[in-house]
Each structure stands twice: as C-alpha cells, then as structure tokens.
C-alpha cells in the first residue's frame, strides 16, 4: 500500500527566511504524481505545487519548489522569502498514475515569525 | 467559476441522529471526490464519482455512509445512526477528466457528534 509521511509536525521560519518541509513516501508504482497542498486556518486547502514522477526536472512555482528524489522516495518543499500567509498545514500527496484518489501525508504546521 | 460549494459549514447533531451534507462542485468538472479529515490528521479518501457512476469507495465507508450524484452535478454523503467516530471534517473535491487534473476543494463541512 501506498503511505506518505511527513515527520515534522510543526516548523517555524522567520520572515523573508527559507524553510523546507520534508516528505518521504513508499510506493511500489513508477507512473505517479506527488503535490503539496496548503490549508490555512479555517479556509479550503489549495495546490501549491505538483510533481510528475516521469520528470526529473524539480518542479518550481514562484517561491515555492520542491526537491524531488525518486530513488530515495523523497519530496520536500522549499519556500523562500517566507510571508505571513504561507503560515498553514501544508500535506505533501501522492496519487498513482492510474488512480483518481490522493493519498495524504498527516502535515505539517508551519508558523511564520514575524 | 466560483468555486466547490459545500454546505452546510457545521453540523452538530446527537449521536444517533441522520444527517446529510451537500457538495456543489465546479460547474464544469464530471469529477466528484469525498474525503474526511479528523483532528491532527490528513484527508482520507472515502468515495469518487464520475458523473453520476460511483467508481471507488474506501473501505472506510461504512454501511452507514452513503452517498450520490443522481444527475452528475451535486453530491449528498449521508450518515445513518451517526456514532461519536464520525466527528470530523468531510472535504468534497472536484476536477475534469484527464491525466493528472487537480482536485479543487471546498472549504469542508465539519460534523460535531454530541
């Protein structure tokens, strides 16, 4: 079975700082796709990014990129000059290629200092 | 596009008690996905339609969950003899057909079980 961990539950970065959250997920699949979604208090979770398991090439949107290492299973997330709204519950993801559901890591509460 | 509409925002009701929620997707996506999300933890897949056919249920889908999309554009998730366990968030999402389309999520319906 497919299972995604995220062993940080919670992160602080100072503002206009970097942070990284780490992924690590198990899958026996070679065809997949991996995001990071955003939840922030009491609003709707949205994508931040996406990852084709077929591309080597890191996935990158604006701040946000990712470091994906399908050998080691692996896929953070940087975000650099960190703001106030990016404090939220971010879950790293994994969908199977031919499957229509997302598999979710538990989270991790990221704070912003200011 | 105004978005995945899910009412009612929250439900408290006594144990026992039916109750049933509502997900108005993206008027444009044939996609449907329910997902339930307790305290601390991730979403959990429960159940996707394309249309009006319901092509998955997880096994966390108990004989007391039930859900629909009779005409392919809303979905009710109803539970029966709700229990204290279904205290949760429950998350609808929607996309259009095709590789690696995004799941767009509402803002959830959080049920309190008294």
């Known amino acids: 079975a497919q299972t995604v961990t995220q062993s940080q539950p919670e992160m602080s970065v100072q503002e206009a700082e970097t942070v990284t959250l780490s992924c690590t997920y198990d899958?026996?699949?070679?065809?997949?796709?991996l995001f990071w979604y955003k939840q922030p208090p009491s609003r709707q979770m949205i994508l931040v990014i996406r990852q084709e398991a077929y591309k080597q090439q890191n996935a990158t949107e604006n701040r946000f990129s990712v470091n994906f290492q399908k050998a080691a299973k692996s896929f953070s997330l940087k975000i650099s000059d960190s703001q106030l709204g990016d404090a939220a519950m971010y879950f790293c993801?994994?969908?199977?290629?031919?499957?229509?559901?997302?598999?979710f890591g538990k989270g991790t509460r990221l704070h912003i200092l200011p | 596009d105004t978005g995945v509409s899910q009412n009612p925002r929250h439900k408290i009701t006594k144990r026992g008690q039916n109750v049933t929620f509502r997900c108005d997707p993206i008027s444009e996506h044939n996609r449907l996905y329910w997902y339930r999300q307790t305290l601390g933890q991730g979403p959990e897949f429960l159940t996707y339609?394309?249309?009006?056919?319901?092509?998955?249920k997880s096994r966390l889908l108990s004989d007391r969950f039930s859900a629909e999309r009779p005409k392919g554009s809303f979905s009710t998730l109803e539970i029966q003899r709700t229990e204290q366990g279904d205290s949760a968030m429950y998350l609808c999402?929607?996309?259009?057909?095709?590789?690696?389309?995004?799941?767009?999520f509402g803002d959830g319906t959080r049920l309190s079980i008294l």
């Open positions: 993801a994994y969908r199977r290629n031919r499957d229509d559901k997302i598999i």
């Open positions: 999402a929607s996309s259009t057909t095709g590789p690696n389309q995004p799941q767009h």
């Open positions: 899958t026996s699949e070679s065809d997949y796709y």
């Open positions: 339609f394309q249309n009006e056919a319901q092509l998955e």
